[in-house]
């Protein structure tokens, strides 16, 4: 007899998919998502995901490697899109027996669903529109995530709330659909869950906990941090199509500003195609991502966050933050359902 019976019931096809214990997905952080915290989330019965970001394929390699000496429960990993080895890192997957890899930062490239479905993983996609959506379904993969503008990272520009009422009406029946983005409390959890979520997925909630490498600086960022200081970059010039990416607003807010009119005028000179500038523009990010998460650098570096760090008030264990939220979401089922009597 599970201990949550109500919301177990509801993340059951998820559970299924998942091989976990709960539909609790971790959201891929680079510097964060790394073997420690993934294992931690897996063995605290959610769903750790690996945050390949821009890792070579040997880093992948001995990462998913040292994830696997900590935990024997499942876990996933997130890959980039547009990373340029991205076939290489789908083969190191292979190599590991990966069950899920995690699509992100735009549309998977053609045979990468077919590549990684071809060694018996199943395949996770993100989708900004509806009608994308269903194309990525219809194409091969297995579920999707819907993520919404209150999320750290890289954002889209609509909210969790309207992208639920827009995608999941829709595709609850016969897909498995995650969301994220805002999500700090299990109340949250069990609105989504009763509109057909098949679960959800967190990264701000857990980014300090007891097992995330985040230096304490970074973690003492987010103890401090309210909703309103979780701030979406600007795009400087139109372009440049940069991703909006939020996080804490600091002194690395205003350099990322000034990088774009760099890489906006090295595109001017004819130095770099568009391509090359949005790489550019990434490993910006990843530099100063490491200089926050692992130097500690909260000035200049790029303190990731979403709107829910305001709820992120102490150091717990991943297993702890877990359990908090399955009580929470059980207790809101529960009330809604003696309402209901």
């Known amino acids: ?25 971790c959201g891929a952080m680079s510097w964060v998502s ?19 970001g ?19 429960k499942p876990f996933g990993v997130n890959l980039i899109t547009m990373h340029p080895m991205l076939f290489d890192l789908i083969d190191v997957c292979a190599k590991h027996g990966i069950g899920h890899v995690v699509l ?22 993100f989708a900004p529109t509806l009608a994308l959506a269903k194309k990525l379904l219809r194409s091969g993969a297995d ?16 909210a969790t709330s309207v992208l639920a009422q827009e995608f999941l009406p829709s595709l609850k029946e016969d897909h498995l659909v995650f969301v994220a983005g805002g999500i700090g409390r299990g109340e949250a959890i069990a609105g989504y869950l009763e ?13 300090c906990a007891s097992e995330s490498i985040a230096h304490p600086a970074f973690k003492q960022a987010f103890f401090r941090a309210n909703a309103r200081e979780a701030i979406a970059s600007v795009q400087v010039d139109p372009r440049l199509p940069v991703i909006p990416v939020r996080a804490l607003k600091n002194k690395g807010t205003e350099e990322f500003t000034a990088k774009q009119r760099e890489v906006a005028q090295m595109l001017d000179d004819g130095k ?4 090359a500038a949005q790489l550019e523009i990434e490993h910006f990010w990843a530099g100063a991502l490491r200089r926050a998460v692992i130097d500690g650098d909260v000035e200049s570096g790029s303190i990731m966050a979403g709107q829910s760090v305001g709820m992120v008030k102490e150091e717990e264990p991943a297993a702890q933050i877990i359990q908090s939220l399955m009580q929470e979401c059980e207790a809101a089922l529960g009330r809604r359902e003696r309402i209901e009597e």
């Open 1 to 25: 007899m599970t201990a949550f019976p109500k919301s177990s019931a509801l993340m059951q096809r998820a559970t299924d998919f998942l091989g976990s214990e709960y539909a609790i997905l």
């Open 34 to 52: 790394e073997r420690n915290l993934v294992a931690a989330i897996s063995n605290g019965g959610g769903f750790g995901v690996i945050a390949c």
């Open 54 to 72: 821009a890792m070579t394929p040997e880093l992948l390699d001995a990462e998913i490697a040292g994830t696997k000496t900590l935990t024997d």
């Open 104 to 125: 992100a930062g735009g549309i998977p490239p053609k045979g990468s669903v077919e590549a990684i479905k071809a060694f018996g993983a199943k395949v996770l996609v």
């Open 143 to 158: 579920a999707l995530v819907i993520e919404g503008m209150e999320a750290g990272g890289h954002i889209g520009p609509v």
């Open 195 to 207: 509109m057909g979520a098949a679960g959800v997925q967190l990264g701000t909630r857990f980014a």
């Open 272 to 275: 770099v195609d568009m391509a």
